[in-house]
């Protein structure tokens, strides 16, 4: 019968019939959706599911999320960010080392245990997969972990997979992706990011060993000393600067202080000449002006209108957040970070200064009128009918300008995590407000040749700056009542001693502005890169003042291979590397080209690794003698308190350097944890030398004498707590 069947059918048109069955296949599909992060894969089965089905599935430490859509079944996975990790395929520590391969990260880096049972899962998912979809960031780095893990971990062909796009993890964004969802991957961006790794991977390694192995031929150290495509530049950047402060000379010039009196209210004068060249004209004009009178010869009335500011993109953020909380860059992108993965703001990895009409600012104010804290402005925005709002110059084809989506925070934010939220809905709401108005005065007083200037300020109209409180500032100064005609009497004249100032040192938030401005990294690991300068000990501290290391560093580079300080080379390849996206060249290429200047380096550094490891080596020495040493000793006054650790103990404390030979007995406990820096002050209490401890969680300032110091209670009081606080946690994990 069943042949007869078979038979019957032969009649049929096949192509029909394979049509037919693949489409009866295809509405009972099985799909995964790969994501970035654990967060995301709930916020995505949750939006897809409405949370009807929906099943989270265990599997050890890891799982997934498994739900019915239509007649479809959608099986929800995560990475931890890249699964996959380039590694040399030749053997040996040395270099130089083109040749690479993608194996699991936990292959490359041992911490990355957490990694195995991911892949593991993801490898079994696949098998039973019918359609793959990438849902990870929209961005070079997301594409890239979308690509590596569809290819290596569910082993398809990333050409059958599909791709969903969107900004936000809000359930409308995420719901709309998937019913628009690209039928291909975003092949140029995946290529720019995969030749970016490569190129990053072959300076960096190669240049690192080269600099670690000529310390290790000249001194038999093994100390690691690294730099790297965008690294370099940065350095170079930080070092520039310092010898700028450093050949200086200040200027001596002379200023004119002045208060006045009119009617018994004090009135600070402006000498029209900021700057007086000659200390004897300067005096003179100070004699001159002793208990005289100035006439109040005109009065000029202003009014000045200003925009309201435009929206933030990444390093507009980070600049507003280091400006008002000190946050280092790399610190605002994790908790924007954070923000994004709870559905509290779009995503920051953005160069946008824009906010396109896709957005739904309507939806967004509505949901901020329903926020104790920011409703009444909200509502103003809606009531005022005007709902378009300003807009930057700067665009991103992949994103939109940071905003909030107008959900309600899902737990209870960290303090920074607030900061930077509330920061980001305030700068949003005053994209509506209207421009604020300020009026100026300046009165011009005369006395004999003399001119002087009195200067206020008010605001008239507050505008957007209402919306954008605490962080606008009008900087208003109270003009004083007087008018055309008035006499002043100079009650004080007083001649200033100044002198001119150098540039100031980078901090974290301009180095990454100089970065941004060459054209150096992306938007996502400016950040990193600065923080690795303060990281690896090139600079002493926040004020990016350089080490002795960075120093050594520097100035090898720039006399044996100054082609790794070049921004011209470095922007070069980031040309290159942008061209990939736009089709103007390919990966390949850029390969070749970066292998072939990268070997003519390292063949010139080879013959002169001598001379390279003597002068990292005196660097190093020197390095490590300053972070030791902490002032002079206060007791016998010739010798230097440096950090000494105990042989029997371990412990470390302070003790002059005449100790050992028992001319000087002096020594001071210290705490035994964190980095120790000296500061240029001493106690307040006590007059000893203050120091600096910088630990994981925090840093603070604190004298030597802190364990006898009558003011150092609430440190002492602190170092208790943390040790009773490691103490409990110590006898929890025995306990297990």
Avoid at 212 to 233: C, D, E, H, Y
Wanted: aromatic share 8%.
């Amino acid at each position: 019968m069943e042949c007869t069947f078979v038979l019957a059918r032969a009649s049929l048109d096949w192509t029909d019939l394979f049509r037919q069955i693949r489409e009866r296949r295809a509405k009972l599909s099985r799909i995964l959706i790969i994501s970035e992060k654990p967060t995301a894969a709930k916020r995505i089965a949750e939006a897809l599911s409405q949370q009807e089905s929906l099943n989270e599935v265990k599997k050890g430490r890891v799982s997934y999320y498994e739900f019915k859509r239509g007649k479809d079944t959608l099986i929800v996975a995560y990475a931890l960010g890249h699964l996959y990790d380039l590694r040399q395929t030749e053997k040996g520590w040395t270099y130089p080392r083109f040749e690479t391969e993608w194996v699991p990260k936990y292959e490359v880096v041992k911490k990355a245990t957490a990694i195995k049972p991911i892949i593991r899962l993801i490898k079994r998912l696949a098998k039973e997969a019918d359609e793959f979809v990438v849902a990870t960031d929209y961005d070079i780095e997301g594409s890239l972990i979308g690509f590596l893990t569809v290819k290596y971990a569910c082993g398809t062909d990333p050409a059958n997979a599909k791709r969903m796009i969107f900004s936000s993890l809000t359930a409308n964004d995420l719901e709309n992706a998937y019913e628009n969802m690209s039928l291909t991957l975003e092949f140029p961006i995946i290529e720019a990011g995969h030749v970016r790794h490569e190129v990053d991977w072959l300076y960096g390694i190669n240049l690192t060993r080269a600099l670690t192995l000529a310390i290790k031929s000249t001194a038999g150290w093994f100390k690691i000393v690294s730099t790297g495509r965008v690294q370099g530049p940065a350095l170079a950047f930080v070092a520039k600067r310092e010898q700028d402060i450093n050949l200086f000379v200040p200027i001596p010039f002379w200023a004119i202080k002045a208060l006045g009196d009119h009617d018994g209210v004090e009135i600070e004068l402006e000498y029209s000449r900021k700057r007086i060249d000659i200390k004897k004209e300067a005096d003179a004009i100070g004699y001159e002006l002793q208990e005289k009178q100035a006439h109040v010869d005109s009065i000029e009335k202003k009014k000045s209108t200003q925009k309201p500011p435009v929206p933030f993109n990444l390093s507009g953020l980070q600049a507003e957040s280091y400006r008002h909380f000190g946050f280092k860059p790399s610190r605002t992108l994790v908790l924007a970070q954070k923000l994004y993965l709870d559905a509290l703001i779009s995503y920051p990895r953005t160069s946008s200064q824009m906010i396109p009409a896709s957005v739904d600012v309507k939806e967004i104010l509505h949901g901020l009128s329903g926020f104790k804290q920011y409703g009444l402005l909200a509502k103003r925005v809606l009531d005022a009918g005007m709902l378009t709002p300003v807009q930057g110059k700067k665009d991103d084809p992949a994103h939109p300008a940071i905003h909030p989506t107008g959900v309600k925070p899902p737990r209870r934010l960290t303090p920074s995590e607030k900061k930077v939220f509330d920061l980001i809905i305030r700068r949003f709401l005053a994209l509506f407000g209207e421009p604020s108005v300020k009026e100026s005065r300046r009165a011009d007083l005369r006395c004999n040749n003399h001119l002087f200037h009195v200067r206020g300020l008010r605001v008239l109209k507050q505008g957007w700056m209402d919306f954008y409180q605490p962080y606008a500032t009008a900087n208003e100064k109270e003009f004083p009542p007087i008018e055309k005609g008035d006499s002043i009497q100079l009650t004080s004249i007083h001649v200033a001693d100044k002198q001119t100032s150098p540039v100031p040192r980078y901090n974290p938030s301009s180095l990454l502005k100089a970065l941004e401005r060459e054209n150096l990294g992306t938007k996502a690991t400016r950040s990193r890169i600065a923080d690795s300068i303060r990281s690896r000990g090139y600079v002493l501290n926040d004020r990016f003042e350089l080490s002795t290391l960075g120093y050594a560093l520097f100035e090898t580079l720039e006399q044996y291979v100054p082609e790794m300080l070049s921004v011209e080379l470095t922007r070069q390849l980031e040309k290159q590397m942008d061209g990939i996206q736009d089709g103007d060249t390919d990966r390949e290429q850029v390969l070749v080209d970066a292998k072939r200047e990268l070997l003519k380096i390292l063949e010139r550094f080879r013959a002169m690794e001598t001379a390279i490891g003597n002068t990292l080596v005196s660097g190093l020495q020197r390095y490590w003698k300053e972070k030791q040493e902490i002032g002079p000793c206060p007791t016998c006054n010739v010798g230097t308190l440096s950090i000494i650790s105990s042989s029997k103990t371990g412990k470390r404390f302070l003790g002059c350097s005449n100790y050992k030979e028992g001319r000087c007995e002096q020594t001071y406990p210290l705490p035994q944890s964190g980095e120790i820096s000296p500061l240029d002050k001493m106690c307040p209490h006590c007059g000893h030398q203050m120091i600096k401890i910088i630990s994981r969680r925090r840093a603070w300032e604190t004298c030597i004498n802190w364990a006898e110091c009558p003011g150092r209670r609430e440190d002492l009081e602190e170092l208790e707590k943390r040790r009773k606080s490691y103490a409990k946690r110590k006898m929890g994990g025995n306990s297990k």
